[in-house]
């Protein structure tokens, strides 16, 4: 454990999170998408989910987000042709607009007050995440590999090994553990220092419990589904 702490500290002191949707909830609503509206092979499907993931790099500061992440975008964007891992790149950028407008709606942030403000946003964040967590299965498969799309970018190829890794780390357990992890270490995580974390280790699975917040990720995941169909 002591081994996998040291793998995992990198990762959650990479940069704070902003107003956007989580891994896991990039992955899970890719997943459902390409399902959906593709007839893709394995491989193509391997590239979709890998570009739905991959603008997030930014948080290792190797890129500038709009440079990852297209404005201006609709569902009509994921019908026109382009190779699987663009559009995976697009349905990122597409459900991080509509998850926020989501958010707004709900004003759920007004249901955070107990977190400081500016760390609502993260915690949110994480608690969609963890909701996810105990009712999908994550498979982390398709990081093994870089694809070549990746490498046209600019980035370093072990920054981009390497954030495969980072996923690959936060995919294997709910955001719970990994809070306990960081805070058992003393350090920040996501721009949150130590002694908040330590006030969460408790919180965020209470949230992840509570019938509020366990409805409004249902619908959060039924509204991106009809809104990018």
């Known amino acids: 454990m002591k ?34 509206n593709e007839q893709y092979h394995e491989s193509e499907v391997k590239e979709f989910i890998i570009g739905a993931l991959f603008p997030d790099i930014r948080y290792l500061g190797v890129i500038a987000r709009n440079q990852t992440h297209e404005q201006g975008l609709n569902a009509s964007s994921l019908k026109e ?11 990122h950028a597409l459900l991080d607009e509509v998850r926020e407008q989501y958010v707004e709606q709900w004003n759920i942030y007004s249901e955070l007050t107990s977190i400081p403000a500016q760390y609502r946003a993260t915690f949110l964040k994480l608690i969609e995440d963890e909701i996810l967590y105990q009712t999908h299965r994550f498979d982390s498969a398709a990081l093994e590999e870089i ?30 553990h990994l809070i306990l992890l960081a805070a058992s270490a003393n350090r920040e ?5 130590a002694e908040e974390l330590r006030y969460w280790i408790a919180l965020l699975p209470s949230f992840a419990e509570s019938k509020l917040m366990k409805e409004y990720v249902e619908r959060l995941v039924e509204t991106v589904e009809s809104q990018m169909d």
Not at 19 to 25: I, R, S, V
Not at 159 to 170: A, G, P, T, V
Request: aromatic letters at 16%.
């Open 3 to 36: 081994f996998f702490s040291l793998l995992l500290i990198p990762f959650l002191t990479i940069a704070a999170f902003a107003n956007a949707a989580g891994p896991l909830m990039h992955q899970i609503l890719a997943e459902k998408w390409v399902n959906a």
């Open 81 to 91: 042709p382009a190779s699987p891992f663009k559009k995976g790149m697009r349905h």
């Open 189 to 193: 995580v996501f721009g949150v220092p």
């Open 147 to 176: 694809v070549s799309e990746e490498l046209n970018w600019g980035i370093a190829p072990s920054d981009i090994e390497k954030w495969h890794q980072y996923l690959k780390i936060y995919f294997s357990m709910p955001p719970s």
